[in-house]
């Protein structure tokens, strides 16, 4: 009975989406033979742009990923070059939404590197950084981009700390520092004005990130907070997590008011993490299991019952991960909403998964692609740190993405030199927590002596040549 009330549900029928289905990429359009990280720490180890999918892999000595161009699918050779500078593993990896060959990675070794991917991919291994970023005490678990501003890039580490990089002149510029735990995931709002964070300290924050001001908090004692995505402009926010019975649970918030979540839903009952996405062009709002082969995806609305379930994409192969595709990287003749690129770690496998709208017409649909964020920034560095927010430019995708970006990376020229943000020196001594730090922080000032010793030798060498030019001075007969 229940069932036949759901099916008449005005709400639910009138969605566009609600046929919406998972097409996985044939196996000659994967990307096979890819040693895929076998690092447990919760992450996606994916990144995918219109150009390029990097995948974090299993390397010896120090943290490597792989850089391949999309069109190259197929087996991938086991010598394939790989980006590899980082001296522990990497943790995750972001391209940068507007310079489509830039890419962001983080590692265990405590810093956070920009790197630099020739036209057409690597030819040979890359361990030279664009820039090396040094201002974390422990390793670095996430970066993330400013969606609206170029070059500002968001770090958090097992410091507890959130540093905010402007790459212009490459330095951390700002410190948010009101976590008491390692921070679990970070969630930006459209215009990039407000900053969501999940920590283990079980704790969901709306921060404003300029000034690091918590602006609201919640204690999430019932509801275990995991992850946490904003929902477009709706000034919701859904996280996923564990109840306290241990099943897997969605919770909806109002951004203004954390006291209490809006709804809370059960899932099921397994163990593995739900990694939500969601797509604010189409309302819809995917789960992920990590460890499980579904995605369950929803349509939500600002109206109760605020989600709509649609239904489930289901596979047998786990995903340890997913990348998503850009908007403006979308197949629009094939009236695909979504693509995720799936890690399928015990097969070496990378799958396409293209989510579709089913339509007898073969012309554009203006309905299901409105005006979506594009890859001119809207913001320089400077505007933002000033205090101006500004909604991301918006492009068309009805031509086919054809339009490349404007911007370019310039590194900046810097010196080595202490790190002080609100008035603290990051790269003091802070007491290494495990045996690998304290050799990674031993190796560092081993290096830092051997600089000081050649730079004390040199300014030897020149003391003793001043020297000698004044004794000459000194010495020669006096000019008449």
């Not at 992450?43 to 161009?69: K, Q």
């Not at 003749?333 to 007898?360: D, H, N, Q, W």
Request: neutral net charge; glycine residues 6%; contains cysteine.
């Amino acid at each position: 009975m229940e069932e036949d009330q759901m099916s008449w549900r005005p709400q639910y029928r009138s969605s566009k989406f609600r046929n919406v289905y998972g097409k996985v990429a044939n196996r000659e359009h994967c990307f096979d033979g890819i040693p895929i990280t076998k690092n447990v720490h919760d992450n996606h180890f994916c990144a995918v742009n219109a150009r390029f999918l990097a995948i974090v892999t299993e390397s010896a000595g120090g943290g490597s990923f792989l850089v391949i161009p999309l069109e190259q699918t197929g087996r991938i050779e086991p010598n394939y070059p790989k980006v590899c500078g980082h001296q522990g593993n990497v943790l995750d990896i972001k391209w940068n939404p507007f310079i489509d060959n830039i890419i962001a990675s983080c590692s265990e070794d405590t810093s956070v590197r920009i790197w630099e991917i020739p036209e057409g991919g690597l030819k040979r291994n890359m361990t030279e950084a664009l820039l090396e970023l040094h201002g974390h005490s422990r390793r670095v678990g996430l970066v993330e981009w400013h969606p609206t501003t170029n070059n500002i890039l968001f770090s958090a580490g097992y410091d507890y700390k959130v540093l905010i990089w402007n790459l212009d002149v490459g330095e951390p510029v700002k410190m948010i520092d009101c976590h008491t735990d390692v921070i679990l995931c970070m969630s930006f709002n459209t215009d990039g004005s407000l900053l969501t964070t999940t920590c283990k300290d079980k704790k969901l924050r709306v921060i404003e990130p300029r000034s690091g001001r918590v602006l609201q908090e919640a204690n999430c004692k019932n509801h275990r907070v995991n992850r946490v995505v904003f929902l477009g402009n709706m000034k919701r926010l859904l996280t996923t997590g564990v109840s306290r019975w241990n099943t897997r649970q969605i919770a909806l918030w109002d951004q203004e008011d954390l006291s209490m979540p809006l709804i809370e839903e059960e899932i099921d009952g397994l163990s593995g993490l739900l990694f939500p996405f969601y797509d604010a062009d189409t309302h819809m709002l995917y789960l992920a299991g990590k460890g499980d082969g579904n995605i369950r995806y929803y349509e939500i609305s600002t109206e109760k019952p605020y989600l709509s379930y649609l239904m489930e994409f289901r596979s047998p192969a786990p995903q340890k991960g997913l990348g998503v595709m850009p908007k403006h990287g979308l197949d629009v003749s094939a009236c695909e909403v979504f693509r995720f690129y799936k890690l399928v770690t015990l097969k070496g496998l990378i799958e396409p998964i293209s989510m579709i709208v089913p339509r007898r017409s073969d012309s554009y649909q203006e309905d299901i692609y409105p005006m979506t964020p594009g890859t001119e920034p809207a913001l320089t560095p400077d505007e933002w740190l000033g205090g101006i927010n500004r909604d991301p430019v918006l492009m068309s995708l009805k031509e086919g993405y054809k339009k490349s970006s404007k911007v370019v990376f310039k590194a900046p020229i810097r010196e080595k030199k202490s790190v002080v943000v609100n008035g603290i020196d990051l790269l003091e001594n802070v007491p290494p927590r495990t045996e690998n730090e304290l050799l990674r922080m031993f190796f560092r000032q081993q290096d830092e002596i051997r600089r000081l010793k050649e730079e004390l030798t040199q300014k030897d060498i020149r003391i003793r040549q001043l020297q000698l030019e004044l004794k000459n001075l000194r010495n020669s007969p006096k000019n008449c």
